[in-house]
């Protein structure tokens, strides 16, 4: 396994320790307060610009996330942002047209790219994060995550079937796997049909400390997986606890749980996007390191809530945005 420095932290600190240059963000356009808070916080320093408006197939209260969008896309034209810079697009688009978008973005930008998943549906950025590290021409690529201030009660409904994400359902010589590795969140949808599935060992990757009100939310989802995994010789360092913001730590779980990619592995990223993106990565570098694929599994929802969250968090009088180095000057840090 490679040993690697992956720097990450707070996006004004981390930006201040890279070379200057003409960034280029792509980011979400949504309902939620935080999906303009790196935006804002970068905008003297961004070049080329794409926000992906991506709508609900069914929305709900129409009229209101009309206005909503409305407001939000205010709030971006204060900061330099202008109608040509949005893309609109159905949650469900074809993966043909997302990587369309993708290319399109990335022949615009200088090779210098922050990647804003706070509010892009995991449907969306996993593709797009593949379809960025793996472009030679993008030499850095700076992945950023806007915490929330509070979440709603009810994240998001009617759900799709359990399935793989695009571009994440590679041709294996196994059809079983060794592990299954569970992102621990709120809702634990359709994962009974993957518990079926034949997997010698089932993993979970906890956020710690999660904090009230999420802690009662993570319990009551790991209980009500743990009630469909009999005779799976569940123990207690199956359960994997990893800082909720810490990716670097993330990824090395990954790389342990399976030893250093030797277990073939599938990942069910229903937890935090933080961690989602750690298990992005590796799906990634298990690929590049010559090794069996991971499928990566998830229930899309189809509606997200109006409310799916609340404001911004805040660290030392600023917006709380992490960020994470994932490829800089051409060279991956997130490497078997």
Not at 85 to 104: G, H, K, M, T, W
Request: net charge negative.
């Amino acid at each position: 396994m490679a040993e690697n420095f992956r720097p990450w932290g707070q996006l004004n600190w981390l930006m201040g320790k890279l070379p200057a240059a003409n960034w280029s963000f792509l980011g979400t356009l949504g309902t939620e307060d935080r999906c303009t808070a790196a935006y804002l916080q970068l905008a003297p320093t961004v070049g080329p610009k794409r926000l992906l408006k991506i709508l609900d197939p069914h929305i709900a209260e129409a009229a209101l996330f009309h206005q909503r969008f409305e407001e939000i896309q205010a709030t971006f034209e204060g900061g330099g942002a202008g109608a040509e810079d949005i893309v609109e697009a159905n949650l469900l688009q074809n993966i043909d047209r997302i990587a369309e978008i993708s290319e399109a973005f990335r022949n615009e930008s200088d090779g210098k790219i922050v990647l804003d998943i706070s509010s892009m549906p995991k449907r969306w950025f996993f593709p797009i994060m593949r379809f960025l590290s793996q472009d030679p021409e993008v030499r850095d690529l700076i992945v950023c995550y806007s915490v929330a201030g509070k979440y709603g009660d009810q994240l998001s409904s009617d759900p799709l079937p359990l399935g793989p994400l695009p571009t994440f359902d590679q041709p294996r010589a196994e059809a079983n796997y060794d592990d299954l590795v569970v992102g621990v969140g709120f809702a634990p949808l359709g994962l009974k049909d993957l518990f079926e599935a034949d997997i010698e060992k089932i993993r979970y990757l906890f956020p710690f400390p999660p904090g009230p009100p999420n802690y009662f939310r993570n319990w009551e989802f790991l209980r009500s997986l743990e009630s469909e995994v009999e005779n799976r010789n569940l123990r207690t360092e199956d359960r994997w606890q990893v800082h909720t913001f810490d990716v670097p730590d993330a990824f090395e779980a990954l790389c342990r749980v399976t030893n250093g990619g030797d277990r073939t592995c599938a990942l069910a990223p229903l937890g935090p996007k933080t961690h989602s993106l750690a298990m992005c990565l590796f799906a990634l570098a298990l690929e590049r390191a010559g090794r069996q694929p991971a499928h990566v599994y998830y229930t899309q929802p189809r509606r997200y809530a109006l409310d799916y969250s609340v404001g911004t968090a805040s660290y030392d009088g600023a917006p709380d945005i992490k960020a994470y180095c994932v490829k800089l000057d051409g060279r991956h840090l997130y490497e078997l």
